[in-house]
C-alpha cells in the first residue's frame, strides 16, 4: 500500500515532482561545483605563481662571494667553486621530486665579444633553454624557457646542443640593449674567444641578462673550459605556505614532528633534501617569490573558501524553500489522508520518503551538472580541468537528503496541525 | 471602498492569510538578491585587494641613471609616481676589498627604509648599535658572529660595524650595505640607483611607469617583470574564477528561485479561477499577481542587499583583514533583476492557465 502511494504520487504529480527535482538539482549542482572550485583553487594558483620563476637557488658551498654589479658580473671564471652539472639530476630524485617543475643552470663569465670588426666586454651566460632529460622512467623537458616565462625572445629560441655542432656555428641569444648599443640584429655572427656563433634571437628580460649573451650551457662550459661546471642553479618547486612549523629547525624536532616536517613540501623541507642528495651545495629559498605566494595563496584559497561557504547556504536555503514550497502546496491532499484515517507518523513517513527520493536523484543529477560546470570553469580559465572528487558525491548526496528533510520537515508538520475539515474545505 | 483600497486589501490579505507561502518566496528571492550582492560588492574590490597584498613585496620598478648620479629633479619625477615617500630608496654602489683579499660589493642606502621595503628578507639583529646590513653569504664569510670589520676602497678604509644579518635568496646575499653617507664619504660616490615602489592595480603601475619614463627620458626604467607579471596573471585569474562561479551561483539560484515562484502560482489557481468567476478580467488578474509578485520581490531583495552587503563586508574582515564597504551601485540592478525575475516568473503560470476555463479548475481538473 506504502509503496503504492509512493509509486503513484510520482506518477500523478509530474509537475511537482519536476519542479521540486529541479530545485534539488540545481542547488546540488551549485554546491558540486563550488567545492570542486574551491578544494582545487589553491593547487590552480599556486601552478600559475610557478610564473614568478624559481623559488630555491643552488650555489656551491665553497663560493666565493658574488660580485654583480648592475648586471656584470665581476667575478673571473676561474675563481670560487662549482656544481657539477651531472649531479644536478638527482634533485628529480627526492622525496618531493613530484613537485620539482623544473630547473635551470648557470654558467658565466665576462668575456671579450667580437662582433662587426669591434669589440666588446659583456657577460656570456650559459643556461638550459629547453633542455630534455631522463630521470630513471620520466622523461621531462626543463629550462629557462619554462622557468622564466617573462623572458621574451625576438627570433628564434636557440637550441640545446649535446656537442659543439660540426658545420655550422652554434645559436645564442643576445639581451636586448647590447644588441641596440651595438646594432646587433637576428642572423649576425659574433666570435668570443676565436669561436664562432650566431645570433638567432634578441632577448627581453628586463633584468639584466639584457645586457648579455645568453648561450646553451654546453657551448659556454667549452669556450670557458670548463666541462660539466655550473656556478647556479635555480629551481622551481611547488610549494606549501610557510608557516610557523616550516621554519623550526629540523635537528631540534621529534623524530615524528621531523617525519611530519619531512613529509611536508614546504620549501624549507624540500631545500633540506635537495641538500640531501647534493651535499656540497647551499640551499636557499628566493624569499621574495617564497613570501608572495604564501601571501597570495592563502588570500585566494581563503576567499575561495567562504564564498563557496557562502554558496552553500544559499543553496541549501533555496532547496529548503522549494521543498517546503511544493508540500505546502498538498496541505488538501494531508487533510484527505488524515481523513482517511492515516496518523501522523504514516504521512510523515510518505512526505519524507518521496523527499528522500527527490533527494537522491537530485543530488545525483546536480553532482553531474556541477562536475561538467567545474570542468568548463577549470577549462576556460586555467586551461587544465578540475577534477571532483568522488568524496564529493558523498558529501552531495548525504546534503541533499539533510536539506531537503530539513526544507520538508517543516512544511510537513504545519500542514498535519490543521484540522483536516477545515483544510477540505479550503479555509486554511 | 475604492478600487485601490480594495487592491491593497487583496494583495495584503493575500500575503497575510497564507504566510508561510509568502514567506518562502520572500526567503528565495532574498537568497539570490545575497547571493548576487556579496559576489558582485566582493568582484568589484577583488583587484584592489590582491594588488595591495603584491605591495609587500618590495620595489617593483628599478630606475637606473648610467651616466652620472641621480639629480634632484630625478629624485622628484619618481616622488611624483609613488605614493609615500620612503616607496623610493636611492642606493649607490662600489666594490671593496675584504679582509681576507676578496671583493665584496658594499651599497650605501637609507637602511632603515631598504629594510621596511624588503620586508621579505629574514633578519637577525646582532647588534643594537650597528648601522650595517651584512648579507648572509657575506657575513658568513667576513663576519660569522657579527663582529666589526674593515673594508677598504684602495687607499680608504670604512669600518662596518653589523646591525642584522639578512637573507634574501638572491644577489644580495653577497653584499653589504652601509649609510649613505659613510659610503659616499669613503668612495665618494653618490646614489645613481633607484628602488621604487609603486602602488596599484596592474594597469595603474604601467601608467606610472609610461609616465616616469616620459618626465625623465635619459633614466633607464626597469619595472620587475617578474613581479609585475604574476600580479596580472594572479589577479586576472582569480577575478575570472569569482566571476565565473559566481555566475554560476547566481543562475543556477535564479533558475531554483523560479521554480519555487512559478510552482506557488500554480498552487492557487483556485484563486484565480474564483475572481474570473466573479467577474475579473485577465488583465485585472495578471495586475493582481504580477503586483503581488514585485511586492514581494522588492521586499526579499532589499532584505537581501543589506545581507549581501554583510556577508561580503564579513568576508573583507576575515580574508583581507579589512572590510569590503557596500557598492550603492549596485543596489539598483539588484533590486530590478529581481523584480524583474519574479514579474517573469509569476505571469508565465498565469497565461497557461488562461487557456482553461475557470469552472474546470475549481472543479479540480
Redesign the interface.
Known sequence: MFLRLLFESFRRQK??KT?AL??IA??M??AT??IA?GTD?GD??NQ??R???AN??L?PVED???????GVN??PASEGAFIREQDLIKIKGIFWGHNIKGYAPFLSAPQAIRAKNTQIEAELIGTYFAQPLRYGKEDFTTGVRSM???WKVEGEWPQDYADWPQNQPPNVLIGTKLAEQNNLTVGDAIEIGDKNLRVSGILN???SEDQAVVAPLHIVQTILGQPNAVRRVTVSALTKPEDPFARKDPNKMTPAMRDRWYCSPYANSIAFQINEVLPNV?V?????????QG??LS??S???L??TL??LL??A???S??M???I??RRQEVGLMKSLGAGNVAVASLFLTEAGFLALAGGLLGFLAGAA?AHR?GQ???GSSIVVHPVVLAVVLCAAVLVTFIGSAG?VR?AMQFDPAVVLR?DA | MTRMQLLLRLLFKAAWVRKDRALTALVSVAVVATIATAALTIYSDLEGRLSRDFRGFGANVVVTRTQGSLTQSDLSAMHKVVKAKQDVISLAYAVATAPNGSRVIVGGADIISLLQMNSWWSTKQVSTDGSALIGSRAAAQLSPSGQPFTVSFGSKALSIRPLAIFTSGSDDDSRIYVSTSDLSDATGLSSNVALLRIEGRPRNIEAAISKLKTSAPDLDVQPARQITQAQATVVGKTRSVVLASSAVVVVLIMLCMVATFTSSVLERRKDFAVMKALGASNRTVNFLFASEAALLALAGSAAGYILGCGIAFWIGKVNFEAAILPQPFLLLPVLLGSVALALIASTAPLRLLQQIQPAGILRGE
Open positions: 509537475r511537482r519542479v529541479l530545485s540545481l542547488g549542482s551549485i561545483a563550488m572550485v583553487i590552480k594558483i600559475e605563481l610564473s614568478l620563476g630555491l637557488v650555489t666565493t662571494l658574488d660580485v654583480n654589479l648592475g665581476l667575478k622564466n616565462p617573462w628580460s628586463g633584468g647551499r636557499e629559498q628566493i624569499r621574495q617569490v617564497e613570501q608572495i601571501k597570495v588570500r585566494v581563503g576567499l575561495m567562504l564564498l557562502a554558496a544559499a543553496a536555503l533555496a532547496v524553500a522549494a517546503a514550497a511544493t505546502l502546496e560546470l570553469i576556460s580559465i586555467f512544511a504545519k479550503g
